[in-house]
């Protein structure tokens, strides 16, 4: 079965560095994401991506975050000048179309220190 | 507000037991109603997805109802298995907005 693969699985930074986390959606999907879960808290939508562009994007997606889909199988997620309130576990999940279930990786776990 | 509630917010039952988990939402407009299954420290995998013309949907052991007019869902797992260890989230699509509810934690003992 296609799977969204994340890398890396665990990232330890320091605060105030730049994180570049990667996600390969699977291939013939369309529509990408990227959500975080702070640790006991629910889901929380970041943004979304088509066609190469941001669709939506939630309050917590500042200036600090961006995406970029730098090839044709790649979608990242950076953060600059790391808080400790950014760690989290942060998923890409992929789709077909919007109103698609949503395939989700298995997380990248950022640690912030 | 958009919100989604589950209930309980945490259950143990014992292998081989059946369970139901309940959601309850507030949410317009509505889309589809979704249920993920989510091992610790992993990404939520998708169960169901019923929508507003959907009144029971299976997966497996996994049976899920919607009740549009109540805005009520529930979750019922039969024969339940250990690896059904997971938190279960309802989430609802109001228009491609996710709306996830907080889950619930589901532990099965032998």
């Known amino acids: 079965e296609p799977e969204v693969t994340q890398t890396p699985s665990h990232q330890v930074t320091q605060m105030g560095q730049e994180v570049i986390l990667r996600c390969v959606p699977i291939?013939?999907?369309?529509?990408f994401y990227w959500y975080r879960q702070i640790l006991g808290q629910k889901v929380e939508f970041l943004v979304s991506?088509?066609?190469?562009?941001?669709?939506?994007k939630s309050e917590i997606f500042d200036d600090q975050f961006s995406v970029e889909r730098p090839d044709g199988s790649n979608f990242t997620l950076k953060i600059r000048s790391t808080k400790l309130e950014d760690s989290a576990m942060y998923f890409c999940?992929?789709?077909?179309?919007?109103?698609?279930?949503?395939?989700f990786g298995s997380g990248t776990r950022l640690t912030v220190v | 507000k958009n919100q989604v509630e589950q209930s309980p917010q945490s259950l143990i039952i014992l292998e081989g037991k059946n369970c139901t988990l309940q959601?309850?939402?507030?949410?317009?407009?509505?889309?589809?109603l979704r249920w993920y299954k989510q091992d610790t420290g992993r990404g939520p995998v998708s169960l169901t997805i019923?929508?507003?013309s959907e009144n029971t949907k299976s997966n497996g052991r996994y049976t899920a109802t919607l009740d549009a007019d109540t805005k009520q869902s529930s979750l019922h797992i039969t024969a339940s298995q250990l690896s059904d260890s997971a938190s279960y989230i309802c989430?609802?699509?109001?228009?491609?907005?996710?709306?996830w509810g907080a889950g619930t934690k589901l532990i099965i003992k032998p």
């Open positions: 999940a992929s789709s077909p179309g919007p109103s698609y279930g949503y395939t």
């Open positions: 291939s013939n999907h369309l529509y």
């Open positions: 991506f088509y066609n190469n562009e941001i669709s939506e």
């Open positions: 959601c309850n939402y507030t949410v317009s407009p509505f889309s589809n």
């Open positions: 019923m929508t507003f």
């Open positions: 989430v609802v699509d109001s228009n491609y907005q996710l709306i």
